[in-house]
């Protein structure tokens, strides 16, 4: 146990977080067992480890242990947290839960058992906690943590303090908002930049960036996907084949028997794959009214800098315009494909994505275009970047 100590301190003392997430003021930290889910890459290890910070600074009542450990491979989950508990422990920190066999079990083993301790775990974006985990379905409060907006990439990149709006927050007081925020930084010119390289905390290293999504996208299909979905690593090739053709085809209507013939498998398998890249946070599915069984109308990338990364940069600016809004508004609001504008958002407005050839567009109410060179907006024309501030 106090080498785990030993290691909790060395990570805090050089844990590097320039950016408090959103996320840490939302999750309540009074329950008892809490999930923050998300994909690789968008910094889940490090919010685990301020929270502890935070909360706890180096106060032995708190641990933070990576269940990638060898020593898991013979002792349990159980056995650890009530000797931890026992020794004064109140709050147990578990990174990369899906690694541990049976880990639901045993955390739910420990909720019922333990009720003077407080569990909070990290996991991939592919599991299931709730609606297909009978173990935890009635007692996990389970947070999404995605990577960083544009707010809070551009709080980094200048040192500000900006805080989210809602959505209603946005279109009824845009102008008001981005006059304030355009009074103290000029925010087009971090856009660009943050389309291409600032959605994943890693853009801090001194790494090619590009290269390290590419990488994180490699992990993702052969670990994330792969293991937790438990498909045979031979048949990887097909689902990196078909990300990549969604990629240069993106935004896609899909054609499903096309894609199988391309990927040499069967219609079922690609609507199967399809499901996988969308768990694992590589790609979005849109659909006309609300996700359902059916094939969806239309696939995105996930995020701008995979699409970016993915496609070696050859893919132009409305599209990558189009892939931001979805991202940015997607992360706390029910999108779908829309037949008048680019999308509808929690079913009644309709919003689309614009250039200088739409600045003149006429507009209904509910209907909004999102510009990517306004500054500030005017109307229902709002500010394209002004939609990375819900979060």
Not at 180 to 194: H, Q, T, W
Not at 200 to 223: A, G, M
Request: proline residues 3%; charged residues 25%; glycine residues 4%.
């Amino acid at each position: 146990m106090q080498s785990f100590f030993e290691t909790h301190r060395y990570l805090l003392e050089h844990l590097g977080t320039p950016v408090r997430r959103e996320l840490m003021n939302e999750i309540d930290w009074n329950h008892r067992l809490i999930g923050v889910k998300g994909a690789r890459g968008v910094g889940k290890t490090t919010f685990l480890l301020d929270f502890a910070k935070v909360h706890f600074g180096y106060d032995k009542s708190c641990l933070y242990v990576n269940l990638n450990n060898l020593l898991f491979t013979e002792r349990s989950i159980v056995s650890f947290a009530d000797e931890f508990r026992k020794k004064g422990g109140k709050t147990l920190i578990l990174d990369q839960v899906y690694k541990y066999p049976e880990w639901s079990k045993e955390l739910r083993y420990c909720y019922d058992n333990f009720h003077d301790l407080k569990i909070v775990f990290s996991g991939s974006a592919v599991m299931r906690l709730v609606d297909q985990n009978p173990d935890l379905k009635d007692c996990v409060a389970v947070y999404r943590l995605d990577g960083f907006s544009f707010r809070e990439h551009l709080n980094l990149a200048t040192k500000n303090k900006f805080q989210p709006y809602t959505l209603d927050e946005i279109l009824s007081n845009h102008e008001k908002i981005s006059a304030e925020i355009s009074s103290k930084v000029r925010p087009l010119a971090y856009f660009n930049d943050y389309l291409e390289h600032g959605y994943y905390p890693f853009f801090l290293e001194k790494r090619n960036y590009s290269e390290n999504v590419i990488k994180n996208v490699n992990l993702i299909l052969e670990i994330d996907i792969s293991y937790l979905e438990q498909i045979e690593l031979k048949y990887l090739p097909k689902l990196r084949k078909l990300l990549y053709s969604i990629a240069k085809s993106a935004p896609l209507q899909p054609n499903v028997s096309r894609l199988s013939q391309e990927i040499e498998t069967s219609r079922a398998t690609v609507m199967n794959y399809l499901n996988y890249l969308k768990n694992g946070r590589l790609i979005n599915m849109l659909y006309e009214d609300s996700e359902s069984t059916k094939k969806p109308s239309k696939i995105y990338i996930q995020n701008p800098n995979v699409y970016y990364s993915v496609t070696h940069g050859d893919v132009s600016q409305l599209n990558m315009n189009r892939t931001f809004f979805l991202n940015q508004v997607g992360y706390r609001n029910d999108v779908t494909i829309s037949k008048k504008s680019d999308f509808k958002v929690n079913k009644q407005l309709e919003f689309s994505i614009g250039d200088e050839q739409s600045k003149g567009k006429a507009l209904s109410e509910n209907e909004y275009l999102a510009h990517h060179m306004l500054e500030i907006g005017e109307g229902n024309k709002i500010p394209l970047w002004l939609f990375g501030f819900l979060y």
